[in-house]
């Protein structure tokens, strides 16, 4: 089957433009994860859409960054103003549910990379 | 404040051998690890996990060991392969709640024919 999709999957911007990235999660999935990976760097979790409930925004760096997920499914992040510590690898996960009756695995896209110039 | 460390950046094995990779967590926190392994241009893919209550896990030549009381978790992969070439990720997480992912900074495995 499809996995999780995510465009595009390279963007170069300059620093001060806005930028769009999408995520397509697996059909069925209500958890959905936005994580970056900067250069040499781990991945560092940003934010947590599940079902209908607010989403968990801690890990966003700053409120240039936000995001939102659609009827349930496909998700956007949107960072404004862009600066050049954005530059990363920006990868999108899907899950079957994160309801705490077990561990659901996180399926991985194959990432945005961005480059602030 | 890097709750998940991977304190080897490389490491090189002759295939057929043992591939051990290390990993150390500082939140006592976290209930569930696992181990991801990431080609280029690609996201991480699952590789083996392992919950708090146990001290090891097994998948056909992968295996995790957890030891709690010092934090220490590592993946062996016997015996290597070529194609295990690539970087591993470990994770941790907490069962209840979002389960998101901490991740250490990754260790880059190449196996040498």
């Known amino acids: 089957g499809a996995g999780v999709s995510q465009s595009p999957s390279n963007k170069v911007t300059e620093k001060g433009k806005d930028v769009e990235l999408r995520c397509d999660p697996i059909s069925g999935h209500t958890a959905l994860y936005w994580y970056r990976q900067s250069l040499g760097q781990g991945l560092e979790f940003l934010i947590y859409f599940q079902g209908n409930s607010a989403p968990d925004k801690s890990g966003l760096p700053s409120d240039r960054f936000s995001a939102e997920r659609t009827g349930g499914s496909v998700s956007t992040l949107t960072i404004q103003r862009t600066q050049q510590e954005d530059s990363a690898v920006y990868l999108c996960?899907?899950?079957?549910?994160?309801?705490?009756?077990?561990?659901?695995?996180?399926?991985f896209g194959p990432g945005t990379r961005l480059t602030v110039t | 404040d890097q709750q998940v460390k991977q304190n080897s950046p490389s490491l090189s094995v002759q295939e057929g051998r043992i591939s051990i990779l290390n990993c150390d967590y500082t939140?006592?926190?976290?209930?569930?690890f696992l181990w991801y392994k990431k080609y280029p241009a690609e996201g991480p893919t699952f590789l083996i996990s392992?919950?708090?209550?146990?001290d090891k896990n097994e998948d056909g030549r992968f295996t995790v060991f957890l030891n709690k009381s010092a934090k220490h978790l590592s993946l062996h992969i016997v015996p290597s392969q070529p194609g295990d070439s690539a970087v591993y990720f470990c994770a941790a997480s907490v069962i209840q709640g979002a389960q998101k992912l901490v991740f250490g900074q990754g260790t880059r495995l190449t196996i040498n024919p």
């Open positions: 939140n006592s926190m976290f209930d569930y």
């Open positions: 996960a899907s899950s079957l549910a994160s309801s705490g009756q077990g561990f659901y695995e996180q399926y």
């Open positions: 392992i919950s708090s209550i146990k």
